[in-house]
């Protein structure tokens, strides 16, 4: 598994990768031969779910507030122009009864995408709207709760199926594209998130829950 | 060049050193040193060990002629002992120190070059400090500062202080991430991490840097989410409930359940109290916004404040909320009575036996299906709570036959039944008629209760019943001239009403006598006038009104009305010092009675009238007084000269010169110098208490000062014998000294005084002088008068000091010393300070004054002399500008307590 940096900077190096394979390779690798086994402790599944649920919680209002924040048309034509159905989404087809290492496995390749996503929409916003503290503060403990997601599931990926390595696949990058090209981006990644989290919100329940 | 050891050679050779040490070299260079040392500018640990290299250049071995052994070290100015030196090689030389906590900075190396010229050649900076030590006791907070915003701030112990630049971060990382340190700000042992995540463990430590070293402390792993101290719950407020003993708070959450389940504490006291009451924790122990708080005080104020923390009680608890008050509405009627029954006990004979308890029934009459409660008790008196209503308490006492037949108590309802309307009576013949209205709840019957109202006795009790649809009574046995007080009750079905009650006379007549009335307060145009009520055996009817009538001796009488309630009554516009005689009258439907006259005078002047009358009168006395001593101190001088005239000193006179018999008859160490106390009635004297040292030391010497402060010259504080002792003075004595000059040539008036000693208790004075204003001449019989009353105070108790004119005596009776003076010419202020003291010398700390408990008085004056001067030289100062001997001096005496030191009352 690559360790997939968070935030807007890796971003960059991320895309790089976009186009290759998706592929979890499983390697004989102890707990303890995990990176910070010191800080993947029992603990970390529940870790996990509180933060799934978190952005659960949040993603709506984000979303609302992403849209309000972008003025006409977004804000009264959202579901025309923020119909996800047009750019790359990372497949989450997992259900209840997936096998908890198959949905580990869903859940990273969709967060570590959706970190990337997260930071290319926060610099973003950054540049159009900069006066908008709600909506980048809230960006920001978004990205930094996936980020934070992420590292939870490197833990449990290696600790508990040795998984050290996940492809992850990219969406492209809003890099040069025009305003409204950013914001329509920023609208369809965020729309389908609250549609996606909601699904992982509750596959995840039953797989993390204490058992 | 240098070795040549000519003075001009040193010189050189110096001169070539300074020369090459700062001159710039010729390739532009700033300073071409003669040499450096290793290390550069060290950081050393304390404690250590340490050694310096001065290397030498080659240049200064081939031009400065120096060489490694003429090398000398210094730390600051101080030079370092050379056995710590170690010569390497010729251009080398090493210093070590064992201790670097002996080191300072600089540390110099220097050379000595011939001729001892002592030239630095480099100097290093030293740095002794210690290596950071592990920072301990790691510890974080998440502080909430608003809704999304968390900051991590840890704490930490730096160790011991480093003397080094120590650089302290707090770091913090995940399992691959490690994000930026935390650099404190103007501390050591606190940073401040802003990014914080949630859910996620966290290592953190602390590194701690110097020039030394590097130490980490222990790592701290958590989730940032269990140390989180939450802001108090927000916008709290308080509503009351439906109940009047409930509260209920609502309040906003700044943390989000997906955040943060929290749980509460809440508390609560009412307004004015201190002390905190708090609601169970498990009643709180989970998310929420609201809570209703039971168990409150009706109608009552009351204080709330709110605190949060992480529901699974990890984490810190907020700041306790904002106090919000609210109050709880008004509760219902009180819903109890507490009734207290109270029984004699039995007395033996009724008892039959022991009461072994007694049994109380209570009985609902209100609610005739309640259950009858009984208690048994074994005291006389049971507590109980009854709500509103009619009960029937029956008791019982038992013992151990049997039971006593019951006592029965009716408690009514209070107020719980409609009282019958318009209760009226008329009388009717010889029978006194009661009517009512009914009430509007059906009556079952009436009862009507009537007594005889009297002074001296309860009213006794008779009754009768009417049948509920009557509405007025005839009572017969009513007394004419009686009051009566009657009481209608109406009998319900489910209890009594309350009575009605109405006074009533069957015929009235006038009162049996008037009020006697008294004054109470009489002013100088007022008098408050204080009266009895009549009995109601004295009424004899409904008392309407009291009249009051007043009037002076020979003026018109006034009538005021009163009311029958009143007591009291206030006559005013009276005039001052009047005779008035007043009387009272009572009067009721059928006529008045006036009671006794009673007489009374204003008074003449009002309150305070007096007080200011006097007082000014006072005042003006007083200040006049006040004026007047002013006045005569003023002119003291003035009065002084008419009442005392000067009196020239006799003893200064031409015939106490002249007279061989003078000195004779002034025979000091005779017994026969005493004189009578009654020859000096006329002597104003200060007595002094023989034990009272003080009064012989620094009290008698104090107006000697003062007096040395006066000049002699002024006839005007010359006093003769018989004159206040308040004008004497030593230097006034003198100043008739003065004018002996002058009486030299008087031979008609003749002024002479003598200074009589008084022996102390029952010691015989030693000495005698008296003093006499008597301007007539000498005679023999005044002579021997003098000498007689010299020795008359033998038996005197205590010694006494004439203040005339110098001519104070005192009587030392252990040590009597006196100083004569023949003659003082030259009365100026230097003599008199040395006529008043005795220069003493020697050893003695003895005040000579003070001794007292020889009887020395036999002692002739030289004698007195010698023993005043044992041990001591006793010099007055005037004998040294009149250089006469002892016997020689005039015949005036200066009995003196002699103080080391310090001056004689005289």
Same mark, same amino acid.
């Not at chain 1, 040795?162 to 890099?175: A, H, L, T, W």
């Not at chain 2, 304390?46 to 090398?71: H, M, P, R, V």
């Not at chain 2, 200060?686 to 003080?694: C, G, L, M, Y």
């Not at chain 2, 005039?890 to 310090?902: A, E």
């Given at each position: 598994?690559?360790?997939?940096?968070?935030?807007?900077?890796?971003?960059?190096?991320?895309?790089?990768?976009?186009?290759?394979?998706?592929?979890?390779?499983?390697?004989?690798?102890?707990?303890?031969?995990?990176?910070?086994?010191?800080?993947?402790?029992?603990?970390?599944?529940?870790?996990?779910?509180?933060?799934?649920?978190?952005?659960?919680?949040?993603?709506?209002?984000?979303?609302?507030?992403?849209?309000?924040?972008?003025?006409?048309?977004?804000?009264?034509?959202?579901?025309?122009?923020?119909?996800?159905?047009?750019?790359?989404?990372?497949?989450?087809?997992?259900?209840?009864?997936?096998?908890?290492?198959?949905?580990?496995?869903?859940?990273?390749?969709?967060?570590?995408?959706?970190?990337?996503?997260?930071?290319?929409?926060?610099?973003?916003?950054?540049?159009?709207?900069?006066?908008?503290?709600?909506?980048?503060?809230?960006?920001?403990?978004?990205?930094?709760?996936?980020?934070?997601?992420?590292?939870?599931?490197?833990?449990?990926?290696?600790?508990?199926?040795?998984?050290?390595?996940?492809?992850?696949?990219?969406?492209?990058?809003?890099?040069?594209?025009?305003?409204?090209?950013?914001?329509?981006?920023?609208?369809?990644?965020?729309?389908?998130?609250?549609?996606?989290?909601?699904?992982?919100?509750?596959?995840?329940?039953?797989?993390?829950?204490?058992? | 060049?240098?070795?040549?050891?000519?003075?001009?050679?040193?010189?050189?050779?110096?001169?070539?050193?300074?020369?090459?040490?700062?001159?710039?070299?010729?390739?532009?260079?700033?300073?071409?040193?003669?040499?450096?040392?290793?290390?550069?500018?060290?950081?050393?640990?304390?404690?250590?060990?340490?050694?310096?290299?001065?290397?030498?250049?080659?240049?200064?071995?081939?031009?400065?002629?120096?060489?490694?052994?003429?090398?000398?070290?210094?730390?600051?100015?101080?030079?370092?002992?050379?056995?710590?030196?170690?010569?390497?090689?010729?251009?080398?030389?090493?210093?070590?120190?064992?201790?670097?906590?002996?080191?300072?900075?600089?540390?110099?190396?220097?050379?000595?070059?011939?001729?001892?010229?002592?030239?630095?050649?480099?100097?290093?900076?030293?740095?002794?400090?210690? !290596?950071?030590?592990?920072?301990?006791?790691?510890?974080?907070?998440?502080?909430?500062?608003?809704?999304?915003?968390?900051?991590?701030?840890?704490?930490?112990?730096?160790?011991?202080?480093?003397?080094?630049?120590?650089?302290?971060?707090?770091?913090?990382?995940?399992?691959?991430?490690?994000?930026?340190?935390?650099?404190?700000?103007?501390?050591?042992?606190?940073?401040?991490?802003?990014?914080?995540?949630?859910?996620?463990?966290?290592?953190?430590?602390?590194?701690?840097?110097?020039?030394?070293?590097?130490?980490?402390?222990?790592?701290?792993?958590?989730?940032?989410?269990?140390?989180?101290?939450?802001?108090?719950?927000?916008?709290?407020?308080?509503?009351?409930?439906?109940?009047?003993?409930?509260?209920?708070?609502?309040?906003?959450?700044?943390?989000?359940?997906?955040?943060?389940?929290?749980?509460?504490?809440?508390?609560?006291?009412?307004?004015?109290?201190?002390?905190?009451?708090?609601?169970?924790?498990?009643?709180?122990?989970?998310?929420?916004?609201?809570?209703?708080?039971?168990?409150?005080?009706?109608?009552?104020?009351?204080?709330?404040?709110?605190?949060?923390?992480?529901?699974?009680?990890?984490?810190?608890?907020?700041?306790?909320?904002?106090?919000?008050?609210?109050?709880?509405?008004?509760?219902?009627?009180?819903?109890?009575?507490?009734?207290?029954?109270?029984?004699?006990?039995?007395?033996?004979?009724?008892?039959?036996?022991?009461?072994?308890?007694?049994?109380?029934?209570?009985?609902?009459?209100?609610?005739?299906?309640?259950?009858?409660?009984?208690?048994?008790?074994?005291?006389?008196?049971?507590?109980?709570?009854?709500?509103?209503?009619?009960?029937?308490?029956?008791?019982?006492?038992?013992?151990?036959?049997?039971?006593?037949?019951?006592?029965?108590?009716?408690?009514?309802?209070?107020?719980?039944?409609?009282?019958?309307?318009?209760?009226?009576?008329?009388?009717?013949?010889?029978?006194?008629?009661?009517?009512?209205?009914?009430?509007?709840?059906?009556?079952?019957?009436?009862?009507?209760?009537?007594?005889?109202?009297?002074?001296?006795?309860?009213?006794?009790?008779?009754?009768?019943?009417?049948?509920?649809?009557?509405?007025?009574?005839?009572?017969?046995?009513?007394?004419?001239?009686?009051?009566?007080?009657?009481?209608?009750?109406?009998?319900?079905?489910?209890?009594?009403?309350?009575?009605?009650?109405?006074?009533?006379?069957?015929?009235?007549?006038?009162?049996?006598?008037?009020?006697?009335?008294?004054?109470?307060?009489?002013?100088?145009?007022?008098?408050?006038?204080?009266?009895?009520?009549?009995?109601?055996?004295?009424?004899?009817?409904?008392?309407?009104?009291?009249?009051?009538?007043?009037?002076?001796?020979?003026?018109?009488?006034?009538?005021?009305?009163?009311?029958?309630?009143?007591?009291?009554?206030?006559?005013?516009?009276?005039?001052?010092?009047?005779?008035?005689?007043?009387?009272?009258?009572?009067?009721?439907?059928?006529?008045?009675?006036?009671?006794?006259?009673?007489?009374?005078?204003?008074?003449?002047?009002?309150?305070?009238?007096?007080?200011?009358?006097?007082?000014?009168?006072?005042?003006?006395?007083?200040?006049?007084?006040?004026?007047?001593?002013?006045?005569?101190?003023?002119?003291?001088?003035?009065?002084?000269?008419?009442?005392?005239?000067?009196?020239?000193?006799?003893?200064?006179?031409?015939?106490?010169?002249?007279?061989?018999?003078?000195?004779?008859?002034?025979?000091?160490?005779?017994?026969?110098?005493?004189?009578?106390?009654?020859?000096?009635?006329?002597?104003?004297?200060?007595?002094?208490?023989?034990?009272?040292?003080?009064?012989?030391?620094?009290?008698?010497?104090?107006?000697?000062?003062?007096?040395?402060?006066?000049?002699?010259?002024?006839?005007?504080?010359?006093?003769?014998?018989?004159?206040?002792?308040?004008?004497?003075?030593?230097?006034?004595?003198?100043?008739?000294?003065?004018?002996?000059?002058?009486?030299?040539?008087?031979?008609?008036?003749?002024?002479?005084?003598?200074?009589?000693?008084?022996?102390?208790?029952?010691?015989?004075?030693?000495?005698?002088?008296?003093?006499?204003?008597?301007?007539?001449?000498?005679?023999?019989?005044?002579?021997?008068?003098?000498?007689?009353?010299?020795?008359?105070?033998?038996?005197?108790?205590?010694?006494?000091?004439?203040?005339?004119?110098?001519?104070?005596?005192?009587?030392?009776?252990?040590?009597?010393?006196?100083?004569?003076?023949?003659?003082?010419?030259?009365?100026?202020?230097?003599?008199?300070?040395?006529?008043?003291?005795?220069?003493?010398?020697?050893?003695?700390?003895?005040?000579?004054?003070?001794?007292?408990?020889?009887?020395?008085?036999? !002692?002739?004056?030289?004698?007195?002399?010698?023993?005043?001067?044992?041990?001591?030289?006793?010099?007055?100062?005037?004998?040294?500008?009149?250089?006469?001997?002892?016997?020689?001096?005039?015949?005036?005496?200066?009995?003196?307590?002699?103080?080391?030191?310090?001056?004689?009352?005289?």
């Amino acid at each position: 598994m690559k360790f997939v940096p968070a935030g807007v900077v890796p971003f960059v190096a991320l895309l790089l990768l976009q186009r290759r394979p998706v592929a979890g390779r499983a390697l004989l690798l102890s707990g303890s031969g995990c990176p910070g086994h010191g800080l993947c402790r029992s603990n970390v599944q529940e870790q996990t779910r509180r933060q799934v649920a978190l952005l659960n919680a949040t993603a709506q209002e984000l979303f609302s507030l992403y849209l309000k924040c972008q003025g006409e048309p977004f804000s009264s034509e959202s579901d025309k122009l923020c119909n996800p159905a047009g750019i790359f989404f990372p497949a989450f087809r997992v259900n209840r009864t997936s096998e908890r290492k198959e949905v580990m496995v869903a859940m990273y390749k969709l967060f570590a995408f959706l970190n990337a996503s997260l930071g290319n929409i926060t610099r973003d916003q950054e540049e159009l709207n900069p006066m908008a503290k709600e909506l980048l503060e809230r960006l920001h403990n978004t990205t930094k709760t996936t980020r934070g997601l992420i590292s939870n599931l490197t833990c449990l990926l290696c600790k508990n199926y040795n998984i050290f390595q996940v492809d992850v696949r990219y969406g492209d990058s809003s890099k040069g594209k025009s305003a409204f090209k950013k914001k329509q981006q920023g609208c369809q990644v965020l729309r389908k998130y609250v549609q996606v989290i909601g699904l992982a919100a509750r596959v995840l329940l039953p797989h993390l829950s204490p058992s | 060049m240098c070795s040549m050891f000519s003075r001009w050679n040193w010189v050189a050779c110096g001169f070539y050193l300074v020369l090459n040490i700062c001159s710039p070299d010729a390739s532009g260079g700033l300073v071409q040193s003669c040499g450096h040392i290793i290390p550069e500018s060290p950081v050393l640990a304390l404690g250590s060990n340490f050694t310096a290299l001065c290397i030498l250049n080659e240049s200064c071995l081939d031009f400065g002629n120096i060489y490694a052994s003429q090398i000398i070290w210094k730390i600051k100015n101080k030079l370092v002992p050379k056995e710590q030196y170690r010569e390497i090689n010729r251009t080398v030389s090493s210093v070590t120190f064992n201790d670097t906590s002996s080191l300072a900075t600089p540390l110099t190396c220097n050379i000595l070059a011939d001729g001892q010229i002592e030239q630095n050649i480099y100097g290093i900076t030293v740095t002794v400090g210690l !290596a950071p030590e592990k920072p301990k006791n790691l510890s974080c907070i998440v502080h909430q500062e608003s809704v999304l915003t968390y900051v991590m701030n840890c704490t930490w112990n730096p160790g011991r202080h480093t003397f080094l630049d120590t650089q302290f971060r707090l770091r913090h990382s995940w399992p691959e991430e490690i994000f930026p340190d935390c650099i404190p700000k103007d501390v050591n042992n606190s940073c401040t991490i802003t990014d914080i995540q949630f859910f996620v463990n966290t290592e953190i430590w602390v590194e701690a840097t110097n020039a030394l070293g590097k130490a980490e402390s222990d790592p701290l792993v958590v989730d940032p989410i269990d140390i989180v101290k939450p802001l108090s719950p927000q916008n709290v407020s308080v509503s009351s409930g439906v109940l009047p003993t409930v509260l209920q708070l609502c309040w906003v959450n700044w943390i989000s359940d997906a955040v943060m389940m929290l749980k509460f504490n809440i508390r609560y006291r009412i307004v004015g109290e201190t002390n905190w009451m708090e609601v169970p924790s498990e009643d709180t122990a989970s998310t929420r916004t609201s809570f209703i708080v039971q168990g409150l005080r009706p109608y009552t104020e009351y204080a709330f404040s709110i605190r949060c923390m992480k529901e699974d009680g990890v984490g810190y608890w907020s700041d306790w909320s904002e106090e919000k008050t609210g109050m709880t509405t008004a509760s219902h009627s009180p819903a109890f009575w507490t009734v207290h029954l109270l029984w004699k006990a039995l007395k033996p004979f009724e008892a039959n036996g022991v009461i072994l308890q007694y049994e109380v029934t209570i009985r609902d009459k209100s609610s005739p299906s309640s259950p009858v409660k009984k208690y048994n008790v074994t005291s006389t008196n049971h507590t109980l709570q009854l709500r509103e209503g009619t009960y029937e308490v029956t008791l019982v006492a038992r013992n151990s036959v049997g039971s006593s037949p019951p006592s029965v108590l009716l408690i009514p309802a209070s107020n719980s039944k409609a009282p019958v309307k318009n209760l009226r009576t008329l009388p009717k013949h010889d029978k006194l008629w009661v009517g009512w209205t009914a009430p509007n709840s059906y009556v079952l019957k009436y009862v009507i209760e009537w007594c005889l109202v009297s002074s001296s006795s309860d009213c006794i009790i008779e009754w009768q019943i009417a049948l509920g649809g009557v509405q007025g009574v005839d009572l017969k046995g009513i007394k004419p001239f009686k009051c009566y007080l009657i009481t209608v009750y109406p009998l319900y079905a489910d209890g009594q009403g309350s009575g009605q009650s109405v006074k009533a006379y069957l015929k009235q007549d006038r009162p049996s006598k008037g009020p006697t009335v008294q004054t109470k307060k009489v002013g100088k145009a007022e008098a408050v006038l204080t009266w009895n009520h009549l009995t109601v055996e004295e009424q004899n009817g409904f008392i309407r009104n009291y009249t009051i009538l007043y009037k002076t001796i020979d003026g018109n009488e006034t009538v005021v009305t009163v009311d029958p309630s009143k007591t009291e009554y206030t006559l005013s516009s009276l005039t001052s010092d009047t005779l008035y005689t007043v009387r009272m009258m009572a009067s009721t439907d059928n006529g008045s009675r006036t009671g006794p006259d009673f007489t009374f005078t204003t008074q003449k002047f009002g309150k305070g009238e007096i007080e200011a009358i006097v007082v000014p009168v006072c005042l003006a006395f007083l200040l006049i007084v006040l004026l007047g001593v002013l006045f005569c101190f003023n002119k003291r001088d003035l009065i002084k000269k008419h009442i005392w005239p000067i009196v020239p000193d006799p003893s200064k006179s031409n015939i106490a010169q002249w007279s061989p018999q003078v000195p004779a008859k002034h025979n000091f160490s005779s017994k026969d110098q005493t004189y009578p106390e009654g020859s000096f009635t006329d002597v104003s004297v200060v007595e002094i208490e023989a034990d009272d040292k003080k009064s012989f030391s620094e009290q008698d010497l104090k107006p000697f000062d003062l007096l040395k402060k006066e000049k002699s010259t002024s006839e005007g504080h010359s006093s003769g014998i018989g004159g206040s002792s308040c004008m004497s003075s030593p230097r006034q004595s003198v100043s008739d000294s003065d004018e002996g000059d002058t009486t030299q040539n008087t031979s008609s008036t003749v002024q002479y005084s003598t200074v009589v000693l008084n022996g102390y208790r029952d010691q015989t004075p030693v000495q005698v002088f008296s003093r006499s204003e008597s301007t007539q001449p000498l005679l023999d019989s005044e002579e021997r008068s003098e000498d007689h009353a010299g020795g008359a105070d033998s038996t005197a108790q205590r010694q006494q000091y004439f203040r005339q004119n110098g001519g104070q005596d005192e009587t030392n009776t252990d040590r009597p010393c006196f100083e004569r003076t023949k003659q003082i010419t030259h009365a100026n202020e230097g003599d008199l300070v040395g006529f008043v003291q005795l220069q003493i010398s020697g050893q003695s700390s003895q005040p000579l004054g003070l001794g007292m408990e020889k009887n020395t008085q036999e !002692a002739a004056v030289s004698n007195v002399l010698q023993t005043c001067t044992e041990g001591q030289t006793v010099r007055p100062e005037t004998v040294e500008e009149n250089p006469l001997s002892v016997d020689e001096m005039p015949k005036s005496y200066l009995p003196q307590t002699v103080r080391q030191g310090g001056y004689m009352p005289q």
